[in-house]
């Protein structure tokens, strides 16, 4: 297992990015197993806190709006307020 920290950040989890265009495009699964398992390295590398930002506002190249990437909906949180 790769390095532990106390406080993870991930920002710009967007469709697009996670998972990315290539994979979208180029992949019989949309790109969503890769996308599943960098969410999931992300994740686990979070001893205390982490934080996952999917910002809205973001545009392609092309000035098309990115939307935040599908897996998050999908992920259950346990909050530890």
């Not at 967007?14 to 998972?19: A, Y």
């Not at 969503?32 to 934080?51: E, G, P, Q, T």
């Not at 990115?66 to 999908?74: A, E, F, V």
């Amino acid at each position: 297992k790769g390095n532990e920290y106390d406080t993870v950040i991930a920002i710009n989890l967007l469709n697009g990015k996670i998972p990315h265009w290539n994979e979208i495009f180029n992949v019989s699964d949309k790109g969503i197993s890769s996308a599943r398992k960098l969410l999931y390295v992300i994740c686990s590398r979070a001893k205390n806190n982490l934080f996952l930002f999917s910002e809205v506002g973001y545009f392609t190249s092309k000035g098309d709006l990115l939307y935040p990437t599908q897996l998050l909906d999908k992920i259950e949180f346990d909050y530890n307020i």
